[in-house]
C-alpha cells in the first residue's frame, strides 16, 4: 500500500489532494495523466485493493478519495463507500450505472459517480466539485439523477453524510444526549461519540447547539 505524503505546488497554489483506491489497471492508465496535467490537483496516494485502506490507520486523510467500490461486489460496495466517506469526501469511478449501486453509493455519502468509458474526462472536474462539497453524476446518469435519489421524497438536506450518521443527527435534532442515542442504536458510547464529532465536522459546526439549530432549520427533529 502507498503512503499517502501530500505534494505542494508552489506557494500561492492551493491542490486539491486525491487518492485512488481500487481502480482497474486500463482506468488508471487514462486518469492518473488526466489527474497530473491538472495543476491544482495532487494525487498523494493509489491504493490498488482497497481493503488495504480500509484496515490502515495510519495512512494520511486526502481530500478526495477516487474509488471503484463495485470491485469489492455489488452487495460490498456500499458498506466501502460509507467506511471512506466516515474520512473524506468521496468520488465513484466505476463501470456500472445500475440504479441499486448509483443510489446506495449515495445513501452511503458519496458525492459524486462518474461511470468509466463515459466520463473519463470528467474526472478532474469531479474532484474539484467533490472537494468543494459539490455533487456531480455522469453523463448516463444524470438524466434519472432526481428520480433515483429522490424516490417520491424530498432530498436528504446533508448529502455529505452517511445513512448511519444521519440517524444521529435525526437524534441529535430531536434533543438526545450522546448515551440515550447510543441505547437506540445499540452501539457503544464511544461509537456514537466518534460519529457525532464526524457529523459536526461534515456539518461544519463546533458544538451540539449548533447541529440542532442547522438540523432542525433543515427539517430534521421534528418527528
Known amino acids: 500500500m502507498s503512503d499517502f505524503r501530500p505534494r505542494t505546488g508552489g506557494d500561492t497554489l492551493t491542490q486539491v489532494t486525491v487518492a485512488l483506491v481500487g481502480l482497474r489497471p486500463a482506468v488508471r492508465s487514462t486518469i492518473v495523466p488526466a489527474l497530473e496535467r491538472a495543476a491544482d490537483i495532487a494525487i498523494v496516494g493509489d491504493v490498488r485493493d482497497d481493503v488495504d485502506v480500509l484496515g490502515s490507520t495510519a495512512w494520511r486523510v486526502p481530500d478526495v478519495v477516487v474509488v471503484d467500490?463495485?470491485?469489492?461486489g455489488t452487495s460490498a460496495a456500499e458498506h466501502v463507500v460509507e467506511r471512506l466517506a466516515a474520512r473524506?469526501?468521496?468520488?465513484?469511478l466505476t463501470g456500472t450505472d445500475e440504479d441499486s449501486v448509483v443510489r446506495?453509493?449515495?445513501r452511503a455519502g458519496a458525492l459524486g459517480y462518474l461511470v468509466t468509458g463515459t466520463d473519463h474526462d470528467q474526472v478532474p472536474r469531479g474532484v474539484r466539485v467533490?472537494?468543494?462539497?459539490?455533487?456531480v453524476v455522469g453523463r448516463c446518469i444524470a438524466g434519472r439523477f432526481a428520480a433515483l435519489i429522490c424516490t417520491g421524497q424530498a432530498p436528504y438536506p446533508f448529502p455529505q453524510l452517511t445513512a448511519r450518521e444521519r440517524d444521529v443527527l435525526e437524534r441529535i435534532a430531536a434533543g438526545k444526549t450522546n448515551p440515550v442515542i447510543a441505547r437506540e442504536l445499540a452501539l457503544a458510547p464511544k461509537t456514537i461519540s466518534n460519529r457525532v464529532s464526524t457529523v459536526f465536522v461534515k456539518l461544519g459546526v463546533a458544538h451540539r447547539a449548533e447541529a440542532i439549530v442547522l438540523a432542525r432549520d433543515a427539517g430534521l427533529g421534528r418527528g
Open 69 to 72: 467500490p463495485v470491485r469489492s
Open 130 to 135: 467533490v472537494a468543494s462539497g459539490g455533487v
Open 88 to 92: 473524506t469526501r468521496v468520488l465513484v
Open 104 to 106: 446506495g453509493a449515495f
